[in-house]
C-alpha cells in the first residue's frame, strides 16, 4: 500500500476537477422547489434492483433511449469513448472488444477466453463475444458499471459490466412507434416497435430493424466494397402474469449480418487514401445470433425469488486477407502472403440464475441480495489457413492429404472444442449504521472449469485434451455517507477475478530452451480501489459524479507468443496497476440549454519483469530466412525468433487512452404552436494508446481522433411524427478505431477506420 498513497496525491495534481468535486457535497444546495431546471431521478438496475443511480456507490453511466438516438449510438462500438474510461475497438474485423478503465479482453483470440466486461440483455449474462458484433434494438437504456463487479456479476467482470435493458410490453395498451434513416452511401435504417395487450395482464412487444449502407472503404485489387453493412434484428417479448405475485418474460431474439467484411488497411499498404487499399484476396463475413430467455419473478412478501433461464447461439464464418496487403505492391519478400479461407466459429451457450432480493430491510436495517449462477458454454472452432511460400502471388488449393502431412502452401490448420462450466454462489448485504451511513459487504464464490480437444495439425499431427480448473473467493466491501440529503461519498475495495483456461496452440520443449506459451493459463485477479462521490448542487441544476480510483492486477491475461512457428496463446502477466480518475458533470446553463461532460484520466504500467515475445519483429526475421530457404520448423528460424524475446516491464497496458472525453450541448425550446425544436453538438476526444502490451513503435501507437456531431430535431406540435437531421463525424476524420496484429500466422498489422461523415435524415412516427 506504500505506492497507493504518492500515486493518489499525483492524481490529484493530474485531475484538479474531482479533488475539487471531494468538498463539493458539504456544500448545501439551494432551495430550487418552483424551479423547472432540475434532474429528474435516473432509475437503474446496476446492483439487480431498482434504486436510483445517484445511490449506487459505484460509477454508473446511464444512457436513456433518448440519449441514444441523439447521440447515434446503434450498436456497442458507439459506446466508446461515450462513457469516461470506455474503450471499444474492434479486432481482426468481427471481434469487439470492451476496455474498460485499462481492463478489456486482451485474450480474444481465444475463444474460450472469458471477457473481461460482461454483457447482460434484461438481466441475462450473455456469454458469445460474437453477439457484442448485434445492433440494439428498441432499448429503454444501457447502464456501464466501470469497476470490477466482484460479487453480483462475477468471475468475468473484471473491468465492469454493460446491462442492455429492452423496452418491456405494457398491458396498458396498443402503441407503436417506427423510424426511417437515409443517408450517404446508400444508407438506410428501417425500425419499428409494436406493444399489443393481450388481456389485462398479458402483453406482448415485437421489434425489428434493418439496416444496410454501401462500403465506406474500397479494396482497388478486386473492387470489393468493404466497411459495407447489411444486418437484420428482431425480437419478441411476451410478458403475462398469472397471479398478482408471479410474472413471466419470454424474450427471443434473432440478428443476422451478411458483408464483405470490415476494411483493415495493412500498414504496409501504398494505396493513397485512408479508405483505399489493396489486397489480393476477397473479404466475407457472415454471423448469425440467437438469444431465447425465460425470466420468471415471484414477489412475496419480505423478498422476491428469480428466475433467468437462456440458451444462446452463435455461427460466423470468415473469409479474410490474412496477410492485408496485395503481394504485387509490396517489396519481394516483405511479408508472407496468407489468408483465411475460412474460419468458422460456433458458440453454445446455457445459463440460468436464481436470486432473492429482499423487500424489506431486515431487521429494519438489512437489505439483502443472494444468489446462484450456472453457466455451460460449447465452442466449435475450425480454422484453414494458407500461406503463399513461393511469394508468387497463387495459393494452392487445401488438400487433405498435404494438410495431414503439412505439405503444400498449407498454414494454420486446426480444430478445436473446448467446453466451459462454472457455478457461482454470491451474496451481498447493506447495513444502516446509521441514517446517514451504510455499509456494503459482499462476497462470491466461484468453481469453474474447462476442458478441450484440441487438434492442430501443423508440424504435429494429433489431439490433445487439455484440463483446467479454478476456484476463486471474490467480493466487495463499501462505506456510504450522506453529505446531505442530495450528496454521496463512498469509498470501496473490490476483489475481482477472471478463470484461466486453456490454449489452442503451446509451445514444446523440444524446440527451443525457453516456452513463452503453455497449455493452460492461469486465473487473473484484481483488489481495485475506489473513491467516489455523488452530488446534486444548486438546487438540482448541477449533478456531478466523479471517482478515483487505483488496481493491483495480477496475472492480467493478454495474446502471446511462442518463439515456435505458430505457436500464439494466452500468457499472464504477474504485475501491474491502474489509476485514474473520472468525472461526469450535468448542468442547466440556462433553462435551454444544457451541459453534458464525461471525462476520464486513466494512467497503466505493467510493474513486474516478464519476458514476452513480439511477433511482429520475430516474424521479419521468420519471413527473411524463408526467402532464403529455410525450412519453417527449422530450427534457425526458431532460434531467429527467440533473439526477439523482451521484457516489457514499464510498458503501457493495451487499449487504454490516457485521456478521453465527451462534451455534449444539447438546446431545447418550445416554440409555441409550431412544436418543439432540439438541437444537439457533441464533440468526442480520444487520446492514442497502445494497442498491444509490446508498445512496438511502429505497430502498436494508435493515434487520437477528435469526432464532431452535429443532431437538429423538430416535433410538430400535437403531431404523431418528427424530424431529425443528423450530421455525424462532419468533419470527415479519418480516425483509427483500432489496429490489429496478426497472432498466430504472418504478423501482417492492419488499421479499421471509423465511419466517415454521413449526413443522415429520419423521419419518426408514434402511434
Given at each position: 500500500m506504500t505506492t497507493v498513497l504518492p500515486?493518489?496525491?499525483?492524481?490529484?495534481?493530474?485531475?484538479?476537477?474531482?479533488?475539487?468535486?471531494?468538498?463539493?457535497?458539504?456544500?448545501?444546495?439551494?432551495?430550487?422547489?418552483?424551479?423547472?431546471m432540475v434532474f429528474e431521478e435516473v432509475v437503474v438496475v446496476a446492483e439487480k434492483r431498482s434504486e436510483s443511480l445517484q445511490d449506487v456507490s459505484q460509477a454508473v453511466t446511464a444512457l436513456s433511449s433518448q440519449q441514444l438516438d441523439e447521440k447515434n449510438i446503434v450498436s456497442f462500438v458507439d459506446l466508446s469513448s461515450i462513457a469516461p474510461g470506455v474503450t471499444i475497438t474492434k479486432n481482426e474485423g468481427f471481434k469487439t472488444v470492451i476496455a474498460i478503465r485499462g481492463v478489456g479482453n486482451e485474450a480474444n483470440q481465444n475463444a474460450i477466453a472469458n471477457p473481461s466486461v460482461s454483457y447482460h440483455l434484461d438481466g441475462v449474462y450473455i456469454a458469445s463475444p460474437f453477439a457484442l458484433q448485434t445492433d440494439f434494438l428498441d432499448l429503454e437504456r444501457i447502464e456501464v458499471l466501470r469497476g470490477p463487479q466482484g460479487t453480483l456479476f462475477g468471475q468475468n467482470s473484471t473491468g465492469g459490466a454493460v446491462n442492455v435493458i429492452s423496452k418491456a410490453p405494457s398491458p396498458d395498451g396498443f402503441d407503436g412507434k417506427g423510424d426511417i434513416s437515409i443517408g450517404e452511401n446508400n444508407l438506410v435504417r428501417v425500425r419499428g416497435a409494436v406493444n399489443v395487450p393481450l388481456g389485462e395482464n398479458s402483453a406482448l412487444r415485437a421489434s425489428a430493424s434493418y439496416f444496410e449502407h454501401d462500403g465506406f472503404s474500397e479494396n482497388i485489387v478486386l473492387n470489393q466494397e468493404l466497411d459495407d453493412a447489411n444486418n437484420f434484428s428482431g425480437r419478441v417479448r411476451l410478458m403475462t402474469q398469472p397471479s398478482d405475485s408471479l410474472t413471466l418474460n419470454f424474450t427471443a431474439q434473432f440478428f443476422t449480418e451478411d458483408s464483405n467484411g470490415s476494411a483493415q488497411k495493412g500498414i504496409l499498404d501504398p494505396t493513397p487514401g485512408a479508405r483505399r487499399l489493396a489486397q489480393d484476396s476477397a473479404s466475407n463475413y457472415e454471423l448469425e445470433s440467437?438469444?431465447?430467455?425465460?425470466?420468471?419473478?415471484?414477489?412475496?412478501?419480505?423478498?422476491?425469488?428469480?428466475?433467468?433461464?437462456?440458451?444462446?447461439?452463435?455461427?460466423?464464418?470468415?473469409?479474410?486477407?490474412?496477410?492485408?496487403?496485395?503481394?504485387?505492391?509490396l517489396p519481394p519478400f516483405a511479408l508472407l502472403p496468407s489468408v483465411f479461407a475460412p474460419e468458422e466459429n460456433e458458440q453454445t451457450t446455457f445459463t440460468q440464475e436464481f436470486n432473492l432480493i429482499s423487500a424489506e430491510p431486515l431487521f429494519g436495517k438489512l437489505d439483502w441480495i443472494a444468489g446462484v449462477f450456472y453457466l455451460d458454454t460449447e465452442v466449435d472452432i475450425v480454422i484453414r489457413e494458407q500461406l503463399d511460400f513461393n511469394f508468387d502471388g497463387t495459393f494452392a488449393p487445401i488438400d487433405v492429404n498435404e494438410v495431414l502431412a503439412f505439405g503444400g502452401e498449407v498454414g494454420?490448420?486446426?480444430?478445436?472444442?473446448?467446453?466451459?462450466?462454472?457455478?457461482?454462489?454470491?451474496?451481498?448485504?447493506?447495513?444502516?449504521?446509521?441514517?446517514?451511513a451504510r455499509l456494503i459487504v459482499g462476497a462470491r464464490f466461484t468453481d469453474d472449469s474447462v476442458e478441450s480437444r484440441v487438434t492442430n495439425f501443423f508440424g504435429r499431427a494429433g489431439t490433445a485434451m487439455l484440463e483446467t480448473s479454478s476456484e476463486e473467493v471474490t467480493g466487495r466491501i463499501a462505506l456510504e455517507y450522506d453529505t446531505n440529503e442530495t450528496s454521496m461519498i463512498y469509498g470501496s475495495i473490490t476483489r475481482g477475478f477472471k478463470p484461466g483456461g486453456s490454449n489452442l496452440t503451446f509451445g514444446l520443449e523440444d524446440v527451443v530452451a525457453q516456452i513463452l506459451v503453455l497449455p493452460t493459463y492461469e486465473d487473473e485477479t484484481v483488489n481495485a480501489f475506489e473513491f467516489g462521490v455523488k452530488a446534486d448542487l444548486f438546487g438540482?441544476?448541477?449533478?456531478?459524479?466523479?471517482?478515483?480510483?487505483?488496481?493491483?492486477?495480477?496475472?492480467?491475461?493478454?495474446?502471446?507468443?511462442?518463439?515456435?512457428?505458430?505457436?500464439?496463446g494466452v500468457g499472464n502477466l504477474p504485475e501491474s496497476e491502474i489509476m485514474g480518475a473520472e468525472l461526469e458533470l450535468l448542468a442547466f446553463l440556462t433553462a435551454d440549454l444544457m451541459l453534458d461532460w464525461k471525462v476520464s484520466v486513466v494512467d497503466t504500467e505493467i510493474t513486474s519483469s516478464f519476458l514476452a515475445l513480439?511477433?511482429?519483429?520475430?516474424?521479419?526475421?521468420?519471413?527473411?530466412?524463408?526467402?532464403?530457404?529455410e525450412n519453417l520448423f527449422g530450427p534457425a528460424i526458431q532460434q531467429a525468433r527467440a533473439a526477439s524475446i523482451a521484457d516489457v516491464r514499464g510498458n503501457e497496458l493495451a487499449k487504454t487512452p490516457n485521456f478521453t472525453s465527451d462534451l455534449t450541448l444539447r438546446y431545447e425550446k418550445d416554440i409555441g404552436s409550431w412544436g418543439d425544436f432540439k438541437g444537439s453538438l457533441q464533440y468526442t476526444h480520444r487520446s492514442d494508446f497502445e494497442q498491444r502490451i509490446f508498445n512496438n513503435a511502429t505497430t502498436d501507437t494508435v493515434p487520437s481522433y477528435d469526432v464532431f456531431n452535429l443532431v437538429l430535431s423538430f416535433q410538430p406540435e400535437s403531431r404523431a411524427w418528427g424530424f431529425d437531421l443528423m450530421a455525424l463525424n462532419f468533419t470527415d476524420e479519418d480516425g483509427i478505431n483500432a489496429r490489429f496484429t496478426d497472432v498466430f500466422g504472418v504478423g501482417a498489422t492492419g488499421d479499421e477506420l471509423i465511419p466517415p461523415r454521413q449526413i443522415i435524415g429520419r423521419i419518426r412516427l408514434q402511434f
Open positions: 500515486r493518489a496525491g499525483a492524481l490529484c495534481i493530474a485531475a484538479p476537477l474531482f479533488c475539487a468535486l471531494i468538498l463539493l457535497p458539504t456544500v448545501q444546495a439551494q432551495n430550487n422547489a418552483d424551479d423547472e440467437e438469444v431465447y430467455s425465460l425470466i420468471a419473478e415471484w414477489s412475496l412478501p419480505t423478498f422476491s425469488i428469480k428466475s433467468l433461464t437462456s440458451y444462446q447461439h452463435d455461427d460466423i464464418t470468415i473469409t479474410r486477407d490474412n496477410d492485408r496487403n496485395d503481394i504485387n505492391t494454420f490448420i486446426s480444430d478445436a472444442n473446448p467446453i466451459r462450466e462454472s457455478l457461482s454462489l454470491y451474496a451481498q448485504g447493506t447495513y444502516s449504521i446509521s441514517d446517514s438540482g441544476r448541477v449533478r456531478a459524479n466523479a471517482a478515483a480510483f487505483f488496481y493491483d492486477y495480477e496475472n492480467f491475461q493478454f495474446q502471446a507468443t511462442d518463439p515456435e512457428v505458430f505457436q500464439g513480439d511477433n511482429v519483429e520475430s516474424e521479419a526475421a521468420t519471413n527473411a530466412l524463408l526467402a532464403m530457404g
